[in-house]
């Protein structure tokens, strides 16, 4: 019914820089109700996923301290949308990045995850 679709993955070589976007859509008949939190996680190789940055509906936004300063989440509340721009790329952020949020579909609350998208930096 409600669907986060990624975009933006890519291979760079360090230093490089890359935007990840994602949009929650529903298909019809389902009525998005609004969104709270937005964030993006990651999972690289052989390692748990771990959150990366989160972004309340008022913008207000968290970082994991490994991409402090490197990363910015934003969102668009009417095109519900969250991006996700990375700079200065290590090959330690190599990972499948997904997109996380709270939707509420008519009364419900609930998790949704996008499939992922990869990113890829070399040295």
């Known amino acids: 019914q409600v669907q986060l679709v990624e975009s933006g993955g890519g291979a760079v070589h360090t230093g490089g820089s890359l935007r990840l976007s994602c949009v929650a859509s529903?298909?019809?008949?389902?009525?998005?109700?609004?969104?709270?939190?937005m964030a993006w996680f990651r999972q690289a190789p052989g390692k748990q996923r771990e959150l990366v940055a989160e972004?309340?509906?008022?913008?207000?936004?968290n970082y994991a301290d490994s991409v402090k300063g490197r990363f910015t989440i934003s969102r668009d509340n009417d095109k519900r949308t969250v991006g996700l721009e990375m700079n200065s790329l290590k090959p330690e952020d190599t990972a499948l990045y997904y997109c996380?949020?709270?939707?509420?579909?008519?009364?419900?609350?609930?998790?949704?995850w996008g499939r992922g998208t990869q990113v890829t930096v070399s040295s």
């Open positions: 529903a298909a019809s008949g389902t009525i998005i109700s609004g969104i709270r939190n």
């Open positions: 996380n949020a709270d939707i509420r579909v008519q009364f419900s609350l609930r998790t949704y």
């Open positions: 972004i309340t509906r008022d913008g207000a936004a």
